[in-house]
């Protein structure tokens, strides 16, 4: 099965700057889909960004980029400007087009920023 | 937008009881996935189904069942409920696409 590793239990970052969260994975497939979602306490878990790993550009939503690394199967969120809104558990996801469509998820990171 | 509804936000059940947790999407998604999120251990997937009356075991499968009796209900079950099933049950459908929409989640307490 695919790993995912989250290596960062916890993240802080004050409000306005910028944070990277950092995700790898593990994977002897070539075609496959990346994710991060965010978790806000006690609330839905929401997609943040995605990534087709066929593309060589990286994906960008607003505030929130990814630096995809193919060969290296790391997979980092940067959020800039961070704002409180953005205290959340952070997951970063792999999907496997070949093992029924299932999701692989990180650990999480918990990021909190500061007023 | 995509609505993922999970029947319960809270639930507190004794040991030994047969629990039901149901979630309904209105997507007509084929995949439908039931995980429990405990802390430290992120999301660990329970089981899937990629349609209708199919169901695959994820990586803990054991003191559950799930039943897909239609496209868009997908229940989980847990036959006897034991302490150590307390916990936070999220259930997702997902897009053909493969982008992933989760419902609000179920804190199961079972004393």
């Known amino acids: 099965a695919q790993t995912v590793t989250q290596s960062q239990p916890e993240m802080s970052v004050q409000e306005a700057e910028t944070v990277t969260l950092s995700c790898t994975y593990d994977?002897?497939?070539?075609?496959?889909?990346l994710f991060w979602y965010k978790q806000p306490p006690s609330r839905q878990m929401i997609l943040v960004i995605r990534q087709e790993a066929y593309k060589q550009q990286n994906a960008t939503e607003n505030r929130f980029s990814v630096n995809f690394q193919k060969a290296a199967k790391s997979f980092s969120l940067k959020i800039s400007d961070s704002q409180l809104g953005d205290a959340a558990m952070y997951f970063c996801?792999?999907?496997?087009?070949?093992?029924?469509?299932?999701?692989?998820f990180g650990t999480g990171t918990s990021l909190t920023v500061i007023p | 937008d995509v609505k993922v509804t999970q029947s319960s936000r809270y639930l507190v059940k004794r040991t030994g009881e047969k629990v039901f947790l149901e979630c309904v999407q209105d997507?007509?998604?084929?995949?439908m996935f039931w995980y429990r999120q405990d802390p430290g251990l992120g999301l660990r997937l329970i089981y899937f189904s990629y349609d209708v009356k199919m169901k695959e075991k994820g990586d803990i499968p054991e003191g559950y069942s799930v039943s897909r009796e239609k496209k868009e209900r997908f229940s989980l079950i847990l036959e006897s409920a034991s302490t150590n099933q307390t916990s936070m049950y999220l259930c997702?459908?997902?897009?053909?696409?493969?982008?992933?929409?989760f419902g609000p989640g179920t804190r199961l307490t079972v004393l």
């Open positions: 996801a792999y999907r496997s087009p070949l093992t029924g469509n299932q999701f692989y």
């Open positions: 997507m007509d998604h084929e995949n």
């Open positions: 997702a459908s997902t897009a053909p696409r493969g982008t992933q929409y």
């Open positions: 994977t002897s497939e070539s075609d496959y889909y």
